[in-house]
């Protein structure tokens, strides 16, 4: 297993994990997957220094990505802070150390920004306990809860 910097050359195989991610996550009922938007999406934040993007990979296949974004706090704009926006592991390899090694290159990206904070989220769903535990072991509190509407 190797967690890495997306690059390019992911995009195909990254765009597939995002779509399963979509599948599984609340919002698959809200806002349709667009996998031509989604893959162009993906290209622009390899390109942009305030977004991180990074891949699991086993045996050179993609099974887990995740991303954030780096920006200057509405409240004090001189503050950066780093948040989390999208977390995705192949079912099969949860609680392998994929994912902790995932949030750690975020965290580790997230403090090489020079970050005051980071924001790491969970979904509202049957993970949400678990995910809430794991956050907490590693020294986060709960901040806010979102709400959706169609509008």
Same mark, same amino acid.
């Given at each position: 297993?190797?967690? $890495?910097?997306?690059?390019?050359?992911?995009?195909?195989?990254?765009?597939?994990?995002?779509?399963?991610f979509h599948a599984a996550s609340p919002m698959h009922g809200v806002i349709a997957f667009d996998k031509p938007g989604y893959k162009q999406f993906f290209l622009q934040s390899l390109a942009n220094d305030s977004v991180?993007?990074?891949?699991?990979?086993?045996? %050179?296949?993609?099974?887990?990505?995740?991303?954030?974004?780096?920006?200057?706090?509405?409240?004090?704009?001189?503050?950066?802070?780093?948040?989390?926006?999208?977390?995705?592991?192949?079912?099969?390899?949860?609680?392998?150390?994929?994912?902790?090694?995932?949030? %750690?290159?975020?965290?580790?990206?997230?403090?090489?920004?020079?970050?005051?904070?980071?924001?790491?989220?969970?979904?509202?769903?049957?993970?949400?306990?678990?995910?809430?535990?794991?956050?907490?072991?590693?020294?986060? $509190?709960?901040?806010?809860?979102?709400?959706?509407?169609?509008?």
């Amino acid at each position: 297993m190797i967690v $890495r910097r997306a690059n390019e050359s992911d995009a195909d195989g990254y765009t597939e994990a995002a779509a399963k991610f979509h599948a599984a996550s609340p919002m698959h009922g809200v806002i349709a997957f667009d996998k031509p938007g989604y893959k162009q999406f993906f290209l622009q934040s390899l390109a942009n220094d305030s977004v991180g993007v990074w891949v699991c990979e086993v045996d %050179k296949k993609i099974v887990g990505i995740c991303g954030a974004i780096a920006y200057p706090l509405y409240f004090n704009p001189s503050s950066l802070v780093v948040q989390e926006l999208w977390w995705w592991l192949d079912p099969s390899e949860r609680g392998s150390g994929a994912g902790s090694q995932m949030f %750690k290159n975020i965290e580790q990206w997230a403090k090489a920004k020079n970050a005051n904070a980071l924001f790491m989220i969970a979904l509202e769903d049957d993970r949400a306990p678990k995910m809430e535990r794991l956050y907490s072991r590693a020294g986060f $509190r709960p901040m806010e809860r979102t709400f959706i509407k169609e509008v």
